[in-house]
């Protein structure tokens, strides 16, 4: 039986990934514990979400670092507070520097197939204005493994979603969003039964048997 899965998850807003977490939980579809909340902003509704669900928090602001050297640093120290198996980028706007020991065990949810529509700036409904200006007539979303710089890391899983003529920014967030529920934790789900081997640039995805053969070789293939 795959043990539960110990979440950090980062976030800078409102926290509706963080709410399809702890709802995907509690109803038994994702079998994890989120250790601990850290945003990088006060005030934001992510944090009164974790909070009515008894999740400890810590706010690391951004604003208050000189570098992201600095604040990477003191998010790492608050992280090391806990016994986390995987980090979980939960509309977390910002560069963390990974160090060694978070590699491979950090991943990022973006909205739009990247690598288009990704890198710093491109974060939330922004990512949704470009699309429906730019015409293109599929979008959808991405998870990947993070690496030190935005969006550029191992891809896990994507799910497309048709782009209307009709669209606006709101709309087509609505539509992405509700994959976005499904594939997170469907990527979650993946890393703890250690069915996601990193090949490169490339994530294979196991079945269930390369899996047990996997753990036959390596107990930690899916962390290399
Ligand atoms: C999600 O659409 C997620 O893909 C996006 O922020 C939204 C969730 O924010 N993340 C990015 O754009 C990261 N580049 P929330 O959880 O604060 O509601």
Redo the contacts with the bound molecule.
């Keep these: 039986m795959v043990k539960k899965i110990q979440l950090g998850v980062l ?8 709410q399809n977490f702890i709802d995907q939980i509690k109803a038994g579809k994702l079998n994890a514990h989120i250790q601990v909340v850290i945003s990088s902003k006060y005030d934001v509704a ?1 944090l009164d979400r974790a909070i009515r669900n008894n999740i400890p928090t810590a706010v690391i602001p951004y604003s208050h670092y000189k570098d992201i050297d600095s604040f990477s640093s003191a998010i790492t120290r608050e992280l090391d507070r806990y016994s986390i198996d995987l980090i979980a980028l ?2 977390f ?1 910002h560069l963390y520097k990974i160090p060694e020991k978070y590699l491979g065990r950090i991943m ?4 739009a197939l990247i690598p288009a529509f990704s890198g710093h700036g ?3 409904r922004k ?1 949704h204005e470009a699309v429906v200006n730019s015409g293109v007539k599929v979008s959808g ?1 991405t998870v990947h493994f993070a690496d030190n710089t935005y ?1 550029t890391g191992p891809i896990i899983l994507q799910r497309a979603v048709p782009v209307f003529f009709e669209d606006t920014p709101d709309t087509l967030a609505a539509r992405v ?1 509700k994959e ?1 529920y499904e594939a997170y934790p469907e990527a979650i789900r993946l890393f703890a039964e250690g069915r996601l081997q990193r090949v490169g640039r490339k994530v294979k995805v196991l079945n269930s048997k390369e899996n047990y053969k996997q753990h036959e070789n390596s107990q930690n293939s899916h962390y290399q």
């Design positions: 976030i800078s807003g409102s926290g509706s990934t963080l992510g939960a509309g706007i990022n949810i973006h909205p491109y974060y939330g990512v979303c969006d969003l976005e």
